[in-house]
């Protein structure tokens, strides 16, 4: 609209039919009347150019204002113009025609009224639904954010639950390890006591004869008949000390392995634990104890022999019997079993130093 009027100011329509009326006003009683007639018509043709942009200018401003915006100033000044014009231009229309075009203004006046009223009305309606569906709008939101917080207390506990169950989980499956090598200790140990009675019950067994015998002999000791001289290399006792040799020997080996036995379940572990404090490898220490234990049964296996030889080298000049001498140092090592100290004769001093290991 500003800028159909800012044309219409620029191109100076009024002024330019201002002058043609001017002109026309000097040289009226001058020129014939077909000429004055053309001037008239040229003037009606600038002012008809002049209100057509001016109505043009009138409905966009209209639009502008909205559709109820300007009525008042249309109905007091546009209308009873324009029906003055009508009336003017028109000499046919009388009295009665112009009552009723009134009237129809009126009538258009009521009810352009009643339906700014009813719009108005609708608008105000429009505006309470609005305000009551925002606030159920709200209503559903706080609920919704209300669930959202109870489901996520919901999940926190869930997740607290179940850690504490994993962990419930995880401690009775160490339990229930501990609880089976605990288990299988005692089934060795189990294993370990069998074999002692075992080898205990033989030795009684062994005993028992041995008293039998004797008391046999010592019933004929008893007896008037002449006792046969016997020899020292024919002494039965001397002949039965191979036998019980190798008996307490058996009985010894078991020992031997219920005492590795009580080393590897107890003792080892006090050893590695010792050890952890400073080798941080769980596995190097594992090796440096097995390591040492194979070390020490070597030692303990040459201290041995080397024992056996000098008990041989002691007895060999002086054996005389059946038995071999094999047997007598067997014999002499068993019956004289406290002169071989097991502890003073493994001596460990260095441990190899292998490349896995270290």
């Known amino acids: ?56 200018i009138l409905s966009l401003t209209a639009q502008e204002g909205g559709h109820y915006a300007g009525v008042d100033t249309l109905k007091s000044r546009l209308l009873p113009w324009l029906s003055t014009c009508f009336t003017m231009a028109t000499s046919s ?30 608008m105000f309606k429009m505006e309470d639904r609005l305000c009551s569906t925002r606030l159920e709008l709200d209503s559903v939101k706080q609920k919704l954010a209300d669930a959202k917080f109870e489901l996520d207390s ?29 288990m299988n200790l005692y089934k060795m140990k189990m294993e370990d006591y069998d074999r002692q009675v075992r080898l205990l019950r033989d030795e009684v067994t062994y005993l028992t004869a041995e008293k039998t015998i004797l008391q046999e002999r010592l019933m004929r000791s008893r007896s008037p008949s002449p006792v046969p001289h016997c020899s020292r290399g024919s002494s039965p ?7 019980r040799a190798r008996l307490t020997s058996s ?3 078991t ?17 590695q634990s010792l050890l952890r404090r400073y080798v941080d490898d769980l596995e190097t220490v594992q090796r440096i104890l097995f390591i040492a234990a194979v070390e020490s049964f070597q030692a303990a296996r040459l201290a041995y022999r080397q024992f056996k030889l000098r008990v041989r080298k002691t007895l060999s000049p002086t054996h ?25 004769s493994v001596n460990v001093r260095s441990l190899p130093r292998p490349t896995q290991t270290y």
């Not at 926190?156 to 962990?167: F, G, P, Q």
């Not at 020992?255 to 379940?265: D, G, H, I, M, P």
């Open 255 to 271: 020992r031997l392995l219920s005492r590795f036995s009580e080393l590897y379940a107890t003792e080892r572990l006090e050893a």
């Open 154 to 182: 919901t999940k926190n506990k869930s997740a607290t639950i179940l850690l504490a169950t994993e962990d419930e989980i995880l401690h009775l499956k160490a339990e229930l390890q501990d609880a089976y090598e605990q």
């Open 237 to 243: 006792v001397r002949a039965e000390s191979p036998a």
């Open 251 to 253: 009985v010894r080996r």
């Open 320 to 344: 005389v019997g059946p038995e071999s001498l094999e047997d007598s140092v067997a014999d002499y090592i068993v019956r004289n079993l406290d002169l071989y100290d097991v502890q003073t």
């Open 1 to 56: 609209m500003a800028d159909t009027l800012r044309r219409l100011a620029n191109t100076s329509s009024c002024s330019v039919v201002q002058q043609k009326l001017e002109a026309w006003d000097k040289d009226y009683h001058v020129i014939s009347c077909d000429q004055n007639l053309n001037r008239c018509c040229e003037l009606l043709e600038l002012t008809s150019r002049v209100q057509g942009q001016l109505f043009t």
């Open 93 to 122: 229309v009388s009295p009665d025609t112009s009552l009723n075009l009134i009237q129809d203004n009126v009538e258009k006046d009521r009810k352009l009224q009643e339906l700014s009223l009813s719009h108005e009305s609708d």
